[in-house]
C-alpha cells in the first residue's frame, strides 16, 4: 500500500502555517489526560480522526492531478520555445519574416476601424487564445471567488467556536473549583453544627431531637444540591470538549480548503492578468464587443487570414505542441525580448502550479504519518484502520 512508503519531503518553507494548535492529536492526548475513564469516546474520535485524514488525502490528491494537467501543458508550451530557438537561421528567418507580416496586416486591419481598440494586444491575443473556453473560464473563476468568501467566513465562524468553546471549558473548570471548596466548607458547617448538637445535648430532648432531623434532612438536600450542580458543570465540559475536537477537525479541513481555493484564485487572477472576476467580465464584454466591430471588416480580412494559414504551417511543420497558439503570440515570434517575456510568464506559471502540488503533496504526507503514528500508538486499531484506509482509493 502506498501509505506505507517512505518518501523524502523537501525542507521548504510552507506555504501556508497552520497553528500549531491544531493538532487533532495533541487534542486528544490532552482529552485522554482529562478523562481517561471515557475509553469508548477516544476510540470513536480515534477512528474519525483516521477517517478525517483519509479524506484529506483524497481531496489534495484530487487537487494534484488537476493540477498536473494544467501543468503538463505549461510545460509544452515551454518546450515549444525551445524547439523554435533550436531552429536553423533560415527557418527561424522565415518564421520572423512571416509572423511580421501577420503583425503588418493585423494593423492595417485595425487602422480601418474608427474607433480605437479598447483592449491591449496582449489581451485580445488571450481572450482569442482561450475565446471557446472562456465563459465556463469566468464562470469558475466567479464561483472560486465566492467559495473563497464562504470558506473565510467559515473560518471566522469556527475559529470564534474554538475560541468559545475554549472559554466555556476554563469556565466550567473554575465552576468545578468553586463548587469544591463551597462544598469543603459546608461539610465543615454541618461537622460543626452537629458537634454542637451532641455537646449541648439537646439529642436527648424531643424537640432538640427535631430540630437535629430537620437540620439532618437540610444537610441531606444540600449534599444532592450540591452532587448535582457538580455532575452537571463535568457533563458540559465534557460536552464543550467533543465540540471542540469537532470544531479543531472542521477547521483544518477548512484551512485546507481556503489555501487550495486562494491559490487557484490567485492563479487565475494572475492568467488572466486581472484583480477579480468583475474585472475580467468587463474586459470580456469590452473584447465580445470589438468582435462584432471585427465582423464588419472581415471581408478586408482575407490576406491576414492567408498569412496565419502560412505562419500555422511553418510553425505546425517543426513539429510544436500546439501551433495554433504561437498566431496571438506574434511578437515573441519576431522581437526576442517578449519570447523571453513569455517564458518568464510560462515559468512563474509552471512554479505557481508545482508549489501547490508540493503543497498537496506535503498535506498527503502529513496526513498519512499521523494515521502511521495513530496505528503505532494503538496497534489493537490496526483493523478498523486498514478497513477505513481500503475505503480510499487515494491512499491505496
Not at 203 to 215: K, P, T, Y
Request: net charge positive; glycine share 4%; charged share 35%.
Amino acid at each position: 500500500m502506498g501509505l506505507f512508503k517512505k518518501k523524502n519531503k523537501k525542507q521548504n518553507e510552507e506555504l501556508v502555517y497552520i497553528d500549531s494548535e491544531l493538532d487533532i492529536e495533541a487534542e486528544f492526548r490532552k482529552r485522554r489526560g482529562q478523562d481517561k475513564g471515557d475509553k469508548e469516546f477516544r476510540d470513536i474520535e480515534g477512528l474519525q480522526f483516521v477517517r478525517t485524514q483519509c479524506q484529506l488525502i483524497t481531496e489534495s490528491s484530487g487537487y494534484i492531478n488537476e493540477l498536473k494537467m494544467e501543468y503538463d501543458a505549461v510545460t509544452a508550451y515551454l518546450s515549444d520555445i525551445q524547439i523554435i530557438e533550436s531552429q536553423s537561421e533560415t527557418n527561424r528567418k522565415k518564421l520572423k519574416m512571416t509572423a511580421q507580416e501577420v503583425l503588418s496586416l493585423r494593423q492595417r486591419r485595425d487602422s480601418l476601424q474608427k474607433e480605437k481598440p479598447k483592449l491591449k494586444s496582449s489581451q485580445y491575443a488571450m481572450f482569442d487564445k482561450y475565446a471557446k473556453d472562456f465563459p465556463k473560464a469566468l464562470s469558475d473563476m466567479q464561483n472560486d471567488e465566492k467559495y473563497c468568501s464562504a470558506v473565510k467566513h467559515d473560518l471566522r465562524v469556527l475559529e470564534a467556536e474554538k475560541m468559545a468553546l475554549r472559554e466555556e471549558i476554563d469556565n466550567s473548570g473554575m465552576r468545578r473549583t468553586n463548587i469544591k471548596n463551597i462544598s469543603i466548607i459546608s461539610l465543615l458547617g454541618i461537622i460543626a453544627v452537629f458537634i454542637i448538637f451532641f455537646v449541648s445535648g439537646q439529642l436527648g430532648d424531643r424537640n432538640g431531637m427535631m430540630l437535629f432531623m430537620v437540620v439532618l434532612l437540610l444537610a441531606a438536600i444540600y449534599v444532592l444540591l450540591i452532587f448535582f450542580m457538580q455532575r452537571r458543570t463535568m457533563y458540559r465540559h465534557k460536552l464543550a470538549e467533543k465540540k471542540l475536537a469537532r470544531a479543531i477537525t472542521l477547521l483544518n479541513k477548512t484551512k485546507i480548503k481556503y489555501v487550495n481555493i486562494v491559490n487557484s484564485v490567485e492563479y487565475k487572477q494572475e492568467k488572466y492578468g486581472v484583480k477579480n472576476s468583475y474585472e475580467l467580465s468587463r474586459i470580456y464584454e469590452i473584447y465580445l464587443d470589438e468582435q462584432k466591430k471585427s465582423e464588419r471588416f472581415r471581408s478586408f480580412g482575407v490576406e491576414l487570414e492567408d498569412a496565419h494559414g502560412r505562419l500555422t504551417e511553418l510553425v505546425s511543420g517543426i513539429g510544436l505542441y500546439d501551433a495554433s497558439v504561437w498566431n496571438s503570440q506574434i511578437e515573441a515570434l519576431i522581437e526576442p525580448k517578449a519570447m523571453k517575456t513569455l517564458r518568464t510568464s510560462l515559468n512563474a506559471r509552471r512554479q505557481k502550479l508545482r508549489d501547490r502540488m508540493e503543497y498537496n503533496a506535503e498535506r498527503i504526507e502529513e496526513s498519512k504519518k499521523s494515521i502511521m503514528d495513530y496505528l503505532k500508538k494503538h496497534p489493537d486499531k490496526a483493523d478498523s484502520v486498514m478497513e477505513i484506509v481500503d475505503g480510499y482509493d487515494a491512499v491505496q
